[in-house]
C-alpha cells in the first residue's frame, strides 16, 4: 500500500536529489527559512512544494545510490520538522479501545458515546483512534508509519492503551487486543523500506463491512449532558452499538464454541496465541 508520504520517485527525482544533496552538504540542520527557500527553488513538477514527509522517504530510498551517500541518520534529523517525541529512544504510541460499558460511577467523568468511557473525541488521539474505527492492528500500524515517516525512531516503542475501565472488557477482547497491537508491530518492523507486509487494507475491508465503528458507518452523534441525562453512557452506548456488544460479546461466543470462522478483526484470541505473538 503506498501510503500519502510516498510520491513516486522516477517522476520527482531529479528536485528531490537537488533538494537533499543541499541539505547533505550543509554544516547543520537548515533554519526553516533555509528550507522554505530551497522547497521553493526546487519544486514539484505541478509547482507546489514538498513535504519534510516526502523528502524524508525519498531520503531513505536514495541514500547509498549513484547520486547520493550512504544513508546516516543524522541527515534524518536534519530532514525532521518537528523534534524527536521520544525519551530514552522510546517511542510512545497510543491506542485506544472501543467504546464499552463502564462501571463506574464517576460524576465528573466524560460522556461521549462515540469514545470509551472518560475520553473526548475532539482529542487527536481519540480522533487517530476512531478514524482507525478503535481496530488495534489499524491504530498501532498506521501511527508507526506516520512516526516513520515523519523522521521519529520506531525501532524501541511504548505502547500506551487507553480507554474506560480495562478490566470491564471481556478477557476475550483484551487478549486480541493486545495480539493485534504485537501483530501489527511485527508487520511493521518487517516491512524495510516499502510495506510489504502491511494489512491494513484487508482489516479495513473486514470493518467495512462488519463494523459500527468503520469511521463509513460510524453515524452516531450522541452527546449526553449532565442536567439533560435521560440515560446513562453505559446504557447509550449500548442501544447505540449494540451490533459492537454483539461482536464482543454473542460472537466470541460462537467463535469460542466453533460454531463460527474468525476473522482478524473478531475480537477473539486465546492466551497460547497471544503467547505466540508476543515471541515471535
Ligand atoms: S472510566 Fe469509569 S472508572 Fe474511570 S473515571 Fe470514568 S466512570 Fe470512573
Known amino acids: 500500500m503506498i501510503n500519502k508520504y510516498q510520491i513516486d520517485l522516477e517522476t520527482h527525482r531529479k528536485p528531490l536529489?537537488?533538494?537533499l544533496k543541499a541539505i547533505i552538504a550543509a554544516p547543520g540542520k537548515p533554519s526553516q527559512k533555509e528550507m522554505n527557500n530551497l522547497l521553493r527553488w526546487n519544486p514539484r513538477p505541478d509547482g507546489g512544494m514538498y513535504s519534510h514527509a516526502h523528502l524524508i522517504d525519498a531520503y531513505r530510498v536514495l541514500a547509498g545510490t549513484t547520486e547520493l551517500p550512504p544513508f546516516n541518520e543524522e541527515i534524518i534529523e536534519r530532514l525532521r520538522r518537528k523534534p524527536v517525541r521520544t525519551s530514552s529512544g522510546v517511542t510512545p504510541v497510543t491506542v485506544l479501545t472501543k467504546p464499552f460499558p463502564c462501571p463506574g460511577t464517576c460524576i465528573f467523568c466524560p460522556n461521549d458515546v462515540r469514545m470509551p468511557k472518560s475520553y473526548l473525541s475532539d482529542e487527536p488521539g481519540a480522533q487517530r483512534a476512531e478514524q482507525?474505527?478503535?481496530?488495534?492492528y489499524l491504530q498501532t500500524y498506521t501511527r508507526l508509519l506516520s512516526l516513520h515517516n515523519t523522521g521519529h525512531p520506531t525501532d524501541k516503542i511504548e505502547m500506551i492503551v487507553l480507554g474506560g475501565t480495562w478490566?470491564?472488557?471481556p478477557e476475550t477482547y483484551q487478549i486480541w487486543f493486545i495480539k493485534r497491537i504485537?501483530?501489527?508491530?511485527?508487520?511493521?518492523?518487517?516491512?524495510?523500506?516499502?510495506?510489504?507486509?502491511?494489512r491494513r487494507l484487508e482489516v479495513e475491508a473486514a470493518l467495512l463491512g462488519t463494523s459500527q465503528l468503520h469511521p463509513e458507518r460510524n453515524l452516531t452523534n450522541v452527546t449526553l449532558h449532565g442536567a439533560d441525562l435521560e440515560q446513562s453512557y453505559n446504557q447509550a452506548v449500548q442501544s447505540v452499538y449494540k451490533d459492537e456488544m454483539y461482536r464482543s460479546r454473542e460472537m466470541v461466543e460462537e467463535i469460542a464454541n466453533g460454531s463460527r470462522t474468525r476473522s482478524p478483526i473478531d475480537e477473539y484470541?486465546?492466551?497460547d496465541e497471544l503467547?505466540?505473538?508476543h515471541k515471535f
Not at 132 to 136: I, M, V
Not at 185 to 198: A, C, E, I, T, Y
Open 269 to 271: 484470541a486465546t492466551w
Open 167 to 169: 478490566s470491564f472488557y
Open 17 to 19: 536529489i537537488a533538494i
Open 132 to 136: 482507525n474505527s478503535f481496530d488495534p
Open 275 to 277: 503467547e505466540a505473538a
Open 182 to 198: 504485537f501483530d501489527a508491530l511485527h508487520d511493521f518492523g518487517q516491512n524495510g523500506k516499502r510495506n510489504v507486509h502491511d
